[in-house]
């Protein structure tokens, strides 16, 4: 009802009656027609009742009333349905400045930010120096993984993370199983590495989270960090990837010298050690 009430009718694309109108807002009646469906159902949806509702339906009323993306998905939740994937709201899709300054902040530490195909969308100098991470390769975060040989030069366990970082994607498709997107990116990495191609056959399925890792950095030598995905409710399309050096070792002192003027002297770019 509150929703119906803030949707004026010339919003709608209706008469707005003047001074007829005894109510601010849509008519339950006017929401029905609007959305195609009857006046006494749409009644009993807005009272709560035990009635039988679809997804189609529920949508048609959502485009009436001009529901956001999270109002849509909790009048699936109220309907008793399985709610859609959340969509961006274009008030939210400059949140990229704030996230910047994010993993700005976590410096000495290395983070970066990727999109649902896991497409590089930012990261910090720490990320660079350590994963080499930069602008001259593939932008994307499985098939650099799997392509770039500074990072597999680093990577001492690489074929272990392999089986993690590959299920982990693995887990991202499936939420998506009809986007093209994460198609595109498998069928690149298929053609670029036979590891990859081999480990995607196994099916093997994990959900995004923690991931430990060593690299030997050809400079401060062994650095052992945990990488966290997380994720901002307003951008589910971005996930944040933070890294942690690992109590009981000297990665965080490391990572404070290597960030710093003197380790820095000379490194534009990391070289394979």
């Known amino acids: 009802m509150s929703r119906r009430a803030r949707i004026s ?6 008469p707005d009656g003047g001074a007829r109108r005894r109510t601010p807002g849509l008519r339950r009646e006017e929401v029905a027609v609007l959305a195609g469906v009857g006046v006494s159902w749409y009644q ?7 009635i039988t509702v679809s997804s189609q339906v529920l949508d048609s009323v959502s485009r009436v009333l001009k529901l956001t993306s999270a109002e849509r998905r909790h009048l699936y939740v109220l309907a008793g349905l399985n709610p859609p994937a959340l969509e961006v709201a274009p008030g939210d899709r400059d ?3 704030g996230l910047k300054r994010l993993i700005e ?7 970066h930010i990727m999109d649902a195909y896991w497409n590089t969308v930012l990261y910090n100098d720490a990320a660079a120096l350590v994963f080499g991470m ?9 098939i650099a993984f799997f392509t770039d040989p500074i990072y597999k030069a680093r990577s001492p366990y690489w074929q272990d993370v392999a089986c ?3 299920a982990q994607f693995r887990a991202a498709c499936s939420d998506s199983p009809e986007d093209e997107g994460f198609q595109v990116v498998v069928e690149q990495a298929r053609e670029l590495s036979p590891e990859f191609a081999a480990l995607w056959k196994r099916r093997d399925i994990r959900p995004g989270g ?3 890792k060593q690299m030997e950095h050809p400079v401060v030598g062994a650095l052992y960090v945990e990488s966290t995905q997380l994720r901002v409710p307003a951008r589910p399309d971005l996930a944040i990837v933070l890294h942690t050096p690992l109590p009981g070792t000297d990665t965080a002192e490391k990572l404070e010298w290597l960030t710093s003027p003197e380790g ?5 770019y990391p070289v394979a050690g």
């Open 210 to 212: 923690q991931l430990k």
């Open 264 to 268: 820095r002297r000379g490194l534009m």
């Open 105 to 111: 902040a976590w410096m000495p530490f290395p983070a």
């Open 44 to 50: 009993w949806l807005e009272q709560g009742r035990d």
């Open 95 to 97: 949140m990229c400045d």
């Open 164 to 166: 993690e970082v590959v």
């Open 9 to 14: 009718p010339t919003q709608a694309g209706l």
């Open 134 to 142: 930069r602008p001259e390769i593939v932008q994307n975060c499985l």
